[in-house]
């Protein structure tokens, strides 16, 4: 039975050419489509859950009120790790992590590489396996190294390196381990690892509770439970400190890491995950497109199989061997499909990793990967011939035979609803791809505060800090550098953030959090910024500036000053006096309002980055090697690697764009599928109306009038999908953008436009066959039978 069901299906398949490359074809973009969104989501979904003990293992948040808010942020103090370990029976271990790049030299290797700094613990806590080395000892002395085998190639050409030498700074470390290279999927990236003993070697260390300066994890006890830990460790600064320290801890488990990083009112909200699921459901409404125009296009071919059902019934078929027929013929196609769209995505794999900037890989050589695609392969084929199976199988056999099968003038029949089903899915992925992409433009062009041309950085090395006033000065004697300061962190990025400054009548409530930077002087004139009132720190005619103080209009606004200028703000022990304002700019989102800012000035501040602003010149290369010489005479040990401000912020786009990108290239594909089907079913009704156009061709009837006579249901079928997707779009974009405060309106013309190409799309798809039809000689229709 099973051979003759495949030698009909094959028959079918053949006979019938234009329409199995239809159905195949879509059903190849969709599942292509689907297995590409599913790469990214299983990468998504798949951070750290390589680690052995991923069901215990949390990280520490805080919980405060701020800017009148309950608000989570991730960093804690250092005290919490060994208060956690050493007070709750439910917590078996802990570990600080700190983020840091180093100089790193070998020989005359140099190079800047990122470090996680951590205790010894983090090695037994996370499964991060070491090729060479222990993870009982590898991290106890000092001055040990535990490096990832690719910076081990890096470095020394080779991976068996334990117990040869590094030197970071002016320490020299002893290799003690080799790690496996850490997945791309992981919350940590590093090059190599250093005890956090060297940090108190170094005096970086710091017993302070009210210093939220690092990450800490924990790895619970079996069987305990998030809600039981958490209940527990809510009150541990609080009893640390007197209830001096506001706010409490939480431990946020493994699995929200990636995905669930965004929290109101104190709780989990939402974060990657709402990415993760939009673009879940495209690859999901792809797929089912490409059903719909297998079903469409099946049951529009009825009146072809009508025949060949009843005689089947006649001679004694049963429904249910007509079902499996039907089926597998779907199956068949599917699986062709199938096949053609792994050649397809081994094809678009590279570009679409150059897209999204990983390294994806379809896993052909697991067997579980086989066996995931041949249930998928079954459930479309099943998905899509299903309803054609059940809708042909069910013709009365005497009215097949007859030809009185059909209904004719119903106003809603199932394939209308599926046209204006995956029409309004398109029309719902154009409108959003169009607002996504102006709020990016929106952002984009928001006046920085700025001025970004030709305004670069370096970071500080330890030489570079004992040399920087000589290194100021041959700078700007070079004539390539106008001007030129020292800051704690980039311009374009937060530095650290307090609810405890004070001044002046502030609200004894006022928990708004205001955001901290430091400069010595002349940052104004380097970075652009514009000044409102009063000046820029100047250590040479005011010495006083030490403790000076510049603060931003939304400071000013907040604090509530009627003269500024001279207004004393507190920080702890420190005093400072406010010496300029100068007007908003962007260091953090572009998408959000401009919060308060306070610029201190040096004294008791440490420094990080050298911000440059360069002389106008038509080659910027050269003008950066003549830099570089000039750093080299001064930091001989560290490489010169300079960047640009406006290429960090430009980074601050790339999430967004990746996604505008990403729903525009699916959009697209949705459109496309849909217009196969639309294109297939034009062809059907054009074919079927044949006699129809060739009696209105020989009575005098336009090309026009034609064009429209099979045009006009489709047209009706694509308003009904703009009335229903546009409403649709509408409300999802509005929410969407409701979550920035600096945000585009949506524009009547988004989905006038929008209408626009759906019909122009439709109506070229269609004419084509219309065009055709007209174009074929009447006689020739008409006379045969």
Known sequence: MLRNYLKVAFRNIFRTKTFSF?????????????????????????????????????????????????????????????????????????CRVDMRWFVTAVDDKKMSTKALVTDPSFLSMFSFPLLQGNVSDALKDVYSIVITETFARKMFGNTNVVGKNIRIDKDIFQVSGVLQDIPTNSLFSFEYILPWAYYQKIGTDEFNWFNNSVWVFVLARPGTTEAAINAQVKNVTRRHTDNKAEGDIFLHPLDKWRLYTEFENGQVSGGRITMVTMFGVIAGFLLLIACINFMNLSTARSEKRAKEVGIRKVTGALRTSLIMQFLLESVLLATFAGLLAIILVLTVLPGFNLLMGKEFVLPY???????????????TGILAGSYPAFFLSSFNPIGALKGHFKKTGTLVTPRKVLVVFQFGIAIVLIISTIIVTQQIRFAQQRNAGYAGNSLGYHWITPELSKN?????????????????????SQLTSEFSSTTAIQWNGKDPQDNTEVQRGAQDEGLIQTAGLTLVEGRDLDLVQYPTDSTGILINESAAKHM????????LIR??????????????????????????????????????????????????AEQVAAIGKIFKQYAPSYPFEYHFVDQDYALKFVDMELTSRLTGIFAGLTILISCLGLFGLASYMAETRIKEIGIRKVLGASGFSITTLLSKD??????????????????AMHRWLNGYSYRISIEWWVFAITAFFALLITIGTVSFHAIKAILANPVRSLRTE
């Open 22 to 94: 239809i159905n195949i074809a879509g059903l190849m973009m969709g599942i292509a489509s689907a297995m590409l969104i599913c790469l990214w989501i299983y990468h998504e979904v798949g951070y750290d859950q390589f680690h052995k003990n991923k069901d215990r293992l949390y990280q520490a948040y805080n919980r405060g009120m701020s800017d009148n808010s309950l608000q989570c942020w991730s960093s804690v103090p250092q005290p919490v790790s060994a208060a956690l370990k050493d007070d709750y029976s439910s917590i078996e271990n802990t």
């Open 365 to 379: 050589t697991r067997i579980d990967f086989w066996l995931a695609f041949a249930g998928f392969i079954l459930m």
């Open 468 to 488: 920087y006033e000589l290194l100021k000065r041959d700078l700007l004697a070079s004539g390539q550098v106008g001007s030129i300061t020292r800051t704690a």
């Open 560 to 567: 509530g000053f009627a003269n500024p200028i001279g207004q």
């Open 571 to 620: 920080e702890g022990d420190m005093e400072y006096h406010v010496v300029g304002i100068f007007k908003d700019y962007i260091f953090d989102s572009p998408y959000e309002r401009t919060t308060p800012l306070v610029i201190f000035g040096p004294k008791g501040m440490r420094f990080n980055i050298i911000h440059m602003r360069l002389q106008p010149t038509n080659n910027v």
């Open 714 to 731: 489709f047209i009706v079928l694509i308003g009904i999908a703009l009335l229903i997707g546009c409403p649709i779009a509408w409300y």
